[in-house]
């Protein structure tokens, strides 16, 4: 499925090739298409759209639940332009072969903020129209029935609603006052309420859905889902308590070719060159700061649970007291926690303690990208009380993941539950794709501070 946050994006690419176009025509005043595309036009265009649609990705412009606030729209389309001028000057500096034309740049700048904040008051205005509304209505009215209303996106829209629809006699879970009527009469529900997606949610189904009156709506139109995928697609996280072990073996995704391993241990070698190659020329800095901070030695190594459940030591810069667990074992990182210095707070919050794992993905022991590594302790005990908890051991950790962008870190059984959900996403929608948006969604959570103890 297409998503709209997807067609946003690829409008405003196209967007921003219309403009750099029109910044010529107007600085010009004429249109060569010889000096736009070609002699170096072509990658000047990519190089351009490129980095305005990452850098608004990075400043949250294409969250759609975020366009009701003008002002802050405006601050970040404002934002997002600064950034993307200093991003280009400085391409353009280090390869002058595709640099722009004198006040190019500026006025192509100009014209994709104006654009930006056109594109964003045109979806807040129409979004509340009828047709852009989001009409759910939920087959079922238990437990999972109102889990999946809990995450339904809330709008502004007055046509927007959810509905539920009885499917057996048990007592209902969710209020009454939603319940649309019985599954026996689920055809003149479905004419008095029109509604744009359907989602399967029962745990018994047999006996209890009118499957060829179902079939017969989705071929008009209706959008028919199970629970778990729309909770997938909604939430970014998979329903554990639905998933079966027939959800592994039968499902397409859930796999790790030769192919893939082999691409992924390449884009893993290459960024942890090029990341303690940067990285290297600050290591001296950071260690006089930990020096100076606490007692102790710079680097920390701790063994923990790698691909295939074996151990490995992974690398960090310390950031607590030395000898923190010799009191109390291993335990979970708290907020605020005691035992980090000051300057080691820092470095967690920023993720520079994490620097030295690139070590660990250029020998093979992690990926750049995947489940978290956890040590053998805490595996074990969470082995017999999370299901398909070992399941995340199917690939190699990772520096970032899934789970290290979207949820806070874990400091319990409930958030390694939690956490698990996006790492069983990761493993099932693995692609190149997926790493990238986990990428860029790294940089935005180091800025952050997002999640850091």
Known sequence: ???????????????????????????????????????????????????????????????????????SIAIKVVSAMVLSLLVL??????????????????????????????????????????????KVLILGAGELAAQIADIVPKDDNIHSYVRFVACTENEPLVDPAMIVGHIDSIKGIIQDYRPQKMIVALSERRGNLPLKEIMHYKLQGIEVMEAPAYYEEVSGCLLLEQVRPSSFIYNQRFRMTPFMRS????????????????????????????RLDSKGPIFFKQLRVGESEREFYVYKFRTMADDAEKDTGAVWAQKNDPRVTKV????????????????????????????????????????????????????????????????????????AMEKLRYDLYYIKNYSLFLDLKIILDTIRVVTSGFGGR
């Open 89 to 134: 000057a400085a391409l353009f500096y280090i390869l002058p072969g595709i640099g722009f034309w004198r006040g190019v740049l500026l006025i192509s700048l100009l014209l994709f903020a104006l654009g930006q904040i056109l594109n964003r008051w045109v979806i807040r205005r129409f979004s509340r129209t009828s047709i852009f509304a989001n």
């Open 263 to 290: 691409y992924k241990r390449l884009i893993d070698i290459a960024l942890s060159m090029i990341g303690l190659t940067v990285a290297a020329p600050f290591f001296p800095f950071i260690a006089l700061a930990i």
């Open 1 to 71: 499925m297409i998503r709209p946050t997807f067609l946003l994006q690829l409008f405003e690419a196209i967007l921003a090739s219309v403009c750099l176009m029109a910044a010529y025509v107007l600085r010009h005043g004429r249109f060569d298409s010889e000096a736009l595309f070609f002699e170096g036009g072509f990658y000047r265009l990519a190089a351009f759209v490129l980095v305005v649609v990452t850098v608004s990705y990075l400043f949250n412009l294409y969250e759609f639940r975020l366009f009701n606030d003008s002002r």
């Open 344 to 415: 080691g707070q820092f470095m967690r919050k920023t993720r520079i303690d994490e620097i030295p794992q690139l070590y660990n993905v250029l020998k093979g022991d992690m990926s750049f990208i995947g489940p978290r590594p956890e040590r053998m302790n805490f595996v074990e005990r969470l082995k017999e009380t999370i299901p398909y908890y070992s399941t995340r051991h199917f690939v190699k950790p990772g520096v970032t993941g899934w789970a290290q962008v979207r949820y806070p870190y874990g400091a319990s059984d409930e958030d």
